[in-house]
T-cell receptor, first 112, second 115 residues
Framework: GDSVTQMEGPVTLSEEAFLTINCTYTATGYPSLFWYVQYPGEGLQLLLKATKADDKGSNKGFEATYRKETTSFHLEKGSVQVSDSAVYFCALSEAAGNKLTFGGGTRVLVKP | EAEVAQSPRYKITEKSQAVAFWCDPISGHATLYWYRQILGQGPELLVQFQDESVVDDSQLPKDRFSAERLKGVDSTLKIQPAELGDSAMYLC?????????????FGPGTRLTVT
């Protein structure tokens, strides 16, 4: 079945540092890929998505590129802020049912 | 901005008791999802509705869990009897329609603790 693997946290960074969170997936078809973010005490919010190979999703300074050849969708941000402290989830969805399959989440802590 | 509403936000119950969670999706959203998120893990789908019909309940423990969406709007998830292993965050999400092009919007969740 479908699965998503992402790097374990916590990831602790200083403000303005570069952030990378690795995500790889296994799927039977050609899924859409997503990054969701969960701030403390809140529900999940869609951060960005890509629906086909070589697409780049971007939002709020974050970006990720759908790499079919390496089955990866790594999240990057060039200069993090304290407000980026959250848990980040990589997820995929096969086209038909739209069920999301999530990775285990990566906690990011940005210190001033 | 429209949001998915869930209640209660927190629930503590003793094992073997019954517990129910309620979800009100964004108005007009035909597809509704219940996910369970165990602490430190990603959410896993329990059940998916399209209008009032169940589309996927393959991961729902049907001996103790039930879900309904009688009028195709709000939904209730019930656990009876609750077990210690049911302690988790229960998340509701909705989307305009099925299909990966439709964004899922998540509610704040109900955190269940079974003692």
């Amino acid at each position: 079945g479908d699965s998503v693997t992402q790097m374990e946290g916590p990831v602790t960074l200083s403000e303005e540092a570069f952030l990378t969170i690795n995500c790889t997936y296994t799927a039977t078809g050609y899924p859409s890929l997503f990054w969701y973010v969960q701030y403390p005490g809140e529900g999940l919010q869609l951060l960005l998505k890509a629906t086909k190979a070589d697409d780049k999703g971007s939002n709020k300074g974050f970006e990720a590129t759908y790499r079919k050849e390496t089955t990866s969708f790594h999240l990057e941000k060039g200069s993090v802020q304290v407000s980026d402290s959250a848990v980040y989830f990589c997820a995929l969805s096969e086209a038909a049912g739209n069920k999301l399959t999530f990775g285990g989440g990566t906690r990011v802590l940005v210190k001033p | 901005e429209a949001e998915v509403a869930q209640s209660p936000r927190y629930k503590i119950t003793e094992k073997s008791q019954a517990v129910a969670f309620w979800c009100d999706p964004i108005s007009g959203h035909a597809t509704l999802y219940w996910y369970r998120q165990i602490l430190g893990q990603g959410p896993e789908l329990l059940v998916q509705f399209q209008d009032e019909s169940v589309v996927d309940d393959s991961q729902l423990p049907k001996d103790r869990f039930s879900a309904e969406r009688l009028k195709g709007v709000d939904s209730t998830l019930k656990i009876q009897p609750a077990e210690l292993g049911d302690s988790a965050m229960y998340l509701c999400a909705s989307s305009l329609e099925q299909g990966a092009t439709y964004e899922q919007y998540f509610g704040p969740g109900t955190r269940l603790t079974v003692t």
